[in-house]
């Protein structure tokens, strides 16, 4: 089953340049898809088509079965988007405050509200820093609360942007673990990452994207060879005829 279908998508800015150029992309429910390409190929405005942040100009966005222009509540439940900056995600005054923030905005009892905190503060190892101010946590811990908040709305999609831009070493394993293991728990992951180093022996499935365009859709033993002409640097494994090895190890 398709969770996400993408047809003929278009996106014109209120300038009148070209952010989205007739794309057509189909995502499998519990698939993990890498999108890739240079700065400014469009990949953070595609994610935002993924639940509402911005929509067509031309084509349709279907997420779950439902169109989001028809039906954009649906989508935003459906597709956890978590930005590439965790700061501007962050609006409670504590780390449980803050993952709180999401299922109290839809309106569930508090019972609700306090186990899917209790719980994805758990699944994100955030439990000991529960009473913490967010802006005090470390960029992977930042991060992962970013996850965290997302998760709480139950979304079949996590959409991640840059999930590892400005983390150090430690914080890219940290939140490389959890979107692992989200992932194995079933849910759909999408992510956008101009260096692929980090994730190169994860993703199942790798679209680049060249001046609003996909350039390259496919499997990352197909793909990779070919990246350099987009502008994305191939993994250095793939350089030195080595195969892939993850971040983890
Ligand atoms: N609000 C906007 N108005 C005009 N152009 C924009 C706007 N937002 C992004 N762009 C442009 O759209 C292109 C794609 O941007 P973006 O999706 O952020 O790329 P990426 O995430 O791949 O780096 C870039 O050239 C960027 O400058
Ligand atoms: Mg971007």
Aim: proline share 6%; glycine share 8%.
């Amino acid at each position: 089953m398709n969770v996400i279908e993408i047809q003929n998508l278009t996106h014109r800015f209120p300038d009148g340049s070209l952010g989205l150029d007739h794309i057509d992309l189909t995502i499998r429910a519990g698939s993990f898809v890498l999108i890739t390409g240079e700065n400014g190929s469009g990949k953070t405005t595609l994610l935002k088509h993924l639940n509402g942040l911005l929509f067509p100009t031309a084509g349709s966005v279907i997420i779950d079965g439902k169109g989001i222009s028809e039906d954009p509540l649906h989508a935003r439940q459906a597709v956890g988007l978590v930005f590439q900056n965790p700061d501007t995600q962050i609006v409670g005054e504590t780390v449980s405050e803050d993952v709180a923030f999401g299922p109290e905005n839809l309106c569930l009892d508090r019972n609700e509200i306090e186990k899917r905190t209790h719980d994805v503060l758990t699944i994100l190892k955030l439990l000991p820093l529960a009473s913490q101010r967010p802006h005090l946590l470390s960029g992977g811990e930042k991060r992962r609360l970013a996850i965290a908040g997302v998760l709480a709305m139950k979304p079949k999609v996590l959409a991640l942007d840059e999930p590892f831009s400005s983390l150090d070493y430690p914080g890219t394993k940290q939140v490389l673990k959890q979107i692992l293991s989200l992932h194995e728990s079933g849910h759909t992951i999408v992510m956008t990452s101009h260096d692929i180093e980090k994730i190169a022996a994860h993703a199942e499935r790798v679209v680049v994207m060249k001046k609003g365009k996909v350039a390259l859709d496919g499997p990352p033993d197909q793909v990779f060879p070919d990246l350099e002409r987009f502008g994305v640097r191939p993994p250095c494994a793939l350089r030195w005829g080595k195969p892939l090895e993850s971040w983890l190890i």
